[in-house]
């Protein structure tokens, strides 16, 4: 078997997206958020389903999860790779418009009827200090550190601080992240996993057998845009590196052809040498060189 990366927008999508296998997604946000008994997610319905999208309006196309529970609660569920810096605060841009788009436009009431809006960001890169490969953040009472005001919550993955083997995991959770950061390097479907359905579903997703000509086209090719964006940024890192150290060159031989005019025109005051012969000869000004002592 050939399974695709899960960290490719397209393959996160059709893995963790798809209408048809919306069980996948269901374990997934159990885990991640910790709900058992009755705050156990049943069923979601997905906002923007997975399908193939165009090359050419790929630009154009958001590509992250967005699903829905019995209760109306809205779930965005983010595959992020690149560390732009602003990831935060994008984060906490979808998830207001989340909320805010329960209403219709222009509509002034029906506040009490918004409904909770998770976010879920995996990231690839580290977002916080620590070693904690996921943390939770909520909005807190500063004095009591109670959740009084609840409608938004924030839990980040960060896929670089999971180090966990297959002999490791112990829970769903760490099968989800190691599902996530390995699934592409393995041929088969590992023992610690047989036995749980949604992740039975999850490798025939992800295995390229089971794409058709035009996903893998679209995969392939949001893999290599992700690598010429990597390789665009390592090029433009290494041109400024370069032009530091042409600059620091230059800055060092000017520097030195400076100092070596003062040590002759210094040599040549020791010698009672005419000021302006000394002038001429090194290029110094008479002021300069009455300051050479």
């Given at each position: 078997m050939k399974f695709v990366n899960p960290q490719n927008d397209f393959a996160f999508k059709k893995i963790f997206g798809n209408e048809q296998k919306t069980s996948i997604?269901?374990?997934?946000?159990?885990?991640?958020?910790?709900?058992?008994?009755q705050n156990k997610i049943k069923s979601v319905s997905i906002a923007?389903?997975?399908?193939?999208?165009k090359i050419d309006a790929l630009k154009e196309t958001v590509l992250d999860v967005k699903a829905v529970n019995r209760r109306g609660e809205s779930f965005i569920v983010e595959m992020q790779r690149k560390d732009n810096h602003?990831?935060?605060?994008?984060?906490?841009?979808?998830?207001?418009k989340a909320y805010v788009s329960q209403l219709e436009p222009g509509v002034q009431h029906g506040?009490?009827?918004?409904?909770?809006?998770?976010?879920?960001?995996?990231?690839?890169?580290?977002?916080?200090?620590?070693?904690?490969y996921i943390s939770r953040h909520l909005i807190l009472?500063?004095?009591?550190?109670?959740?009084?005001?609840?409608?938004?919550?924030?839990?980040?993955?960060?896929?670089?601080?999971?180090?966990?083997?297959?002999?490791?995991?112990?829970?769903?959770?760490?099968?989800?992240?190691?599902?996530?950061?390995?699934?592409?390097?393995l041929t088969m479907i590992p023992q610690e996993f047989s036995n749980l359905d949604e992740?039975?579903?999850?490798?025939?997703?992800?295995?390229?057998?089971?794409?058709?000509?035009?996903?893998?086209?679209?995969?392939?090719?949001?893999?290599?845009?992700e690598y010429e964006d990597r390789m665009y940024v390592q090029r433009e890192i290494a041109k400024g590196v370069q032009k530091g150290i042409?600059?620091?060159?230059?800055?060092?031989?000017?520097?030195?052809?400076?100092?070596?005019?003062?040590?002759?025109?210094?040599?040549?005051?020791a010698l009672n040498i005419d000021v302006n012969v000394i002038a001429k000869s090194t290029?110094?000004?008479i002021r300069q060189i009455d300051n050479i002592h």
């Open positions: 997604l269901v374990s997934l946000l159990n885990s991640v958020l910790d709900f058992k008994g923007n389903p997975y399908q193939v999208p602003d990831f935060a605060k994008r984060s906490l841009y979808y998830t207001s506040y009490a009827n918004l409904k909770k809006v998770y976010f879920i960001g995996f990231l690839n890169f580290n977002m916080f200090a620590g070693d904690n009472n500063k004095d009591t550190l109670k959740q009084e005001i609840n409608d938004f919550e924030f839990t980040f993955i960060e896929l670089t601080k999971f180090k966990k083997k297959l002999s490791d995991l112990t829970t769903v959770l760490d099968k989800w992240i190691y599902f996530i950061n390995n699934v592409q390097n992740f039975k579903l999850a490798f025939d997703t992800a295995n390229q057998c089971c794409w058709d000509a035009k996903e893998l086209e679209i995969y392939e090719y949001m893999a290599f845009k042409e600059q620091g060159i230059e800055q060092g031989i000017e520097q030195g052809i400076e100092q070596a005019k003062i040590e002759t025109a210094k040599n040549l005051k290029g110094l000004s």
